[in-house]
């Protein structure tokens, strides 16, 4: 039988010199052809640099030798393009569903459903809570005077005016 060529079948071909270099020694020390200190100088390193090598080199070994998934790996394109198309499938069931609903009321003779606010779609006013009108000119003289405990609260503003400010007097200003 033949044996297969190619980087696949010779290890360490796309490696640099100085790392097959490495393996080489790690490997003839673990053979017992050399003895740490003799691989140490041969790769320019201290006895402990070595070791430490030795150890990168063996922790490799074990979780390059690890169980593989069995299958084709799929990667997160793949992940991505199912979700988008279970989202498209599940756009196009509601959307069924909802039709489904408005001829089973048509044949029931049954008004529909008058549509509450919605989860989906932002407040009128813009994501943040309406506040209350306010007059801001009498805030600043209450602050600048220190007298806010003494003033007459502001005159109520009417409902359903975006307006917050008194109307203007003929009088022009004072």
Same mark, same amino acid.
């Given at each position: 039988?033949?044996? #297969? ?8 071909? %796309?490696?640099?010199? =100085? ?8 490997? $003839? @020390? ?14 320019? %390193? ?5 070791? $430490?090598?030795? *150890?990168? *080199?063996? =922790?490799?070994? @074990?979780?390059?030798? =690890?169980?593989?998934?069995?299958? +084709? &790996? &799929?990667?997160?394109?793949? =992940? ?5 198309? *279970?989202? /498209? +499938? ?7 569903? $909802?039709?489904? !609903? &408005? ?13 509450? #606010? ?5 407040? !009128? ?9 306010? @007059? ?7 602050? %600048?005077?220190?007298?806010?405990? /003494? ?7 009417? $409902?359903?005016?975006?307006? *917050?400010?008194? #109307?203007? /007097? ?5």
């Amino acid at each position: 039988m033949k044996r #297969p060529t190619g980087p696949k079948a010779r290890p360490g071909t %796309l490696a640099s010199d =100085e790392a097959r270099r490495a393996a080489v020694a790690v490997l $003839q @020390v673990m053979a017992g052809e050399l003895r740490p200190s003799e691989a140490s100088a041969r790769l320019s %390193l201290s006895v402990n640099r070595y070791y $430490q090598l030795e *150890a990168r *080199a063996l =922790e490799a070994m @074990v979780e390059a030798l =690890e169980p593989r998934a069995r299958g +084709r &790996r &799929r990667g997160r394109d793949f =992940e991505l393009e199912k979700l988008r198309k *279970a989202k /498209t +499938r599940a756009e196009h069931e509601a959307t069924r569903f $909802q039709a489904l !609903l &408005r001829v089973s009321q048509r044949a029931l003779a049954l008004s529909a459903p008058t549509p509450g #606010p919605s989860k989906d779609k932002p407040p !009128l006013h813009g994501g943040r809570k309406a506040r209350r009108a306010r @007059v801001r000119a009498r805030t600043v003289i209450s602050t %600048l005077s220190g007298e806010g405990a /003494t003033m007459p609260p502001p005159p109520p503003v009417p $409902q359903g005016t975006p307006d *917050a400010t008194p #109307p203007a /007097t003929s009088g022009g200003p004072s």
